[in-house]
């Protein structure tokens, strides 16, 4: 290849036609350069991409434009949430175009990668919300490298680094001791949804598993519910023209979500005076009410609004004079009320859904501090006091040898 001058205006140029086996339209396409050097190293870049199969035009688009088609593809193909893809399109459309969509997609590299992670930082934004950009954009890229835009994913060696590199602070547990446990329940009692605070803090089910509940899940007369679906709302804004619904009942988080639960006498008490609130509640709502089989809804049978379940939930808290919490912190409250009755981690894992006893372990692990405790005491029952006076002769243990075989 030959880098021949060419003048635009007032400045020259150097510029290389490329090979006419890459140009698939049949026409005539060249790269141009500042320098001689530089106009023959994009054309080698170009004939290198062509020879490891790129798609030339995909590399082409802007940041911004590839982004699009990827919302695309992720909301009709993609298999996620709709909250999952309210959550990736609000990233992208708040944080990662405004500060890269003008990059032309294969010029995007490592260094601007990390130039986009400082002014997330300098934006002030939390450090969860800008983990969560880079991950959009890790992923979105890797889907470029898919489908033969560019070679390499220029986002991924930065996010490894940056696992690497992170120390994460363990959050703090927060719960109600087993005493601020019997004032919140009793502060709760003739609430509207008296039943579904009973319900959270004596079985530990998450938000959703709460609120995705129906009637037929039910065994009052055993004691018993099943949990087969959660309640999920999408949490960000969406496309004008999205008709899809703000609730979804989908599959449980994990297979292990998937569980039978024994529930005590007061919980199964509470729940049959729900029942008979609710049908009072759908006898005043008439026509209006919506019927869902579900436990607890709003006063015409739709689903809770979570934001909603969480300030009624403060304002008992507050009303009560107990420390302010999230809704989700009564499953950690369940947790550490069994873990302080002595039940085996094994069967509290089992009880709250988790994946393994080693994530039940790794949350509520520095819970069980009694353990600790026995394991001393019993290394002292072992070994006793070091440099003690040795016992007396008649106390002494003889240790045991076999008799020897007369010859």
Not at 309 to 332: E, N, S, T, W
Request: aromatic share 8%; with cysteine; proline share 5%.
């Amino acid at each position: 290849m030959k880098a021949f001058k060419v003048r635009r205006g007032a400045e020259m140029y150097y510029r290389v036609e490329l090979p006419q086996r890459l140009c698939a339209d049949s026409k005539r396409h060249s790269v141009m350069g500042k320098t001689r050097s530089d106009a023959l190293a994009k054309a080698e870049q170009e004939v290198a991409r062509w020879e490891r199969g790129l798609d030339r035009d995909g590399g082409e688009k802007t940041v911004a434009e590839f982004l699009s088609e990827f919302l695309a593809y992720y909301k009709q193909d993609g298999g996620i949430a709709p909250s999952t893809y309210q959550d990736y399109r609000y990233h992208i459309d708040g944080h990662i175009v405004p500060l890269l969509g003008k990059v032309i997609l294969r010029d995007l590299d490592p260094r601007k990668v990390d130039a986009f992670t400082r002014a997330l930082a300098e934006k002030g934004l939390a450090t969860r919300t800008s983990q969560y950009s880079n991950s959009v954009l890790r992923r979105a890229l890797q889907f470029a490298v898919d489908w033969k835009y560019i070679p390499a994913n220029p986002a991924s060696s930065r996010m490894r680094a940056a696992k690497r590199r992170q120390t994460r602070e363990l959050s703090r547990i927060i719960f109600l001791t087993p005493d601020e446990a019997r004032a919140f329940l009793n502060a709760v009692r003739g609430d509207r949804f008296e039943a579904l605070y009973v319900l959270a803090i004596t079985t530990g089910m998450r938000q959703g598993e709460l609120l995705g509940l129906e009637w037929p899940d039910l065994d009052l007369d055993g004691g018993k519910l099943t949990i087969f679906r959660s309640l999920h709302r999408t949490k960000r804004r969406r496309d004008p023209d999205d008709d899809s619904p703000w609730f979804q009942l989908r599959h449980p988080k994990t297979a292990g979500s998937r569980r039978t639960l024994e529930i005590p006498p007061l919980t199964v008490d509470a729940l049959r005076g729900h029942a008979v609130r609710q049908r009072q509640q759908r006898l005043l709502a008439d026509t209006t009410w919506k019927e869902q089989k579900l436990i607890f809804t709003t006063r015409v049978g739709t689903p809770l609004d979570t934001t909603n379940v969480l300030h009624g939930f403060q304002k008992i808290l507050a009303k009560a004079g107990l420390p302010k919490m999230r809704f989700y912190d009564l499953r950690h409250t369940h947790a550490s009320l069994l873990i302080a009755e002595g039940v085996h981690p094994k069967k509290i894992a089992e009880r709250l859904g988790h994946a393994s006893i080693k994530l039940t372990m790794d949350l509520y692990g520095h819970l069980f501090e009694g353990s600790d405790k026995e394991s001393a005491e019993r290394m002292q029952k072992i070994f006793g006091v070091i440099g003690q006076a040795a016992p007396p002769a008649s106390e002494k243990v003889v240790p045991f040898s076999a008799p020897r075989k007369k010859a």
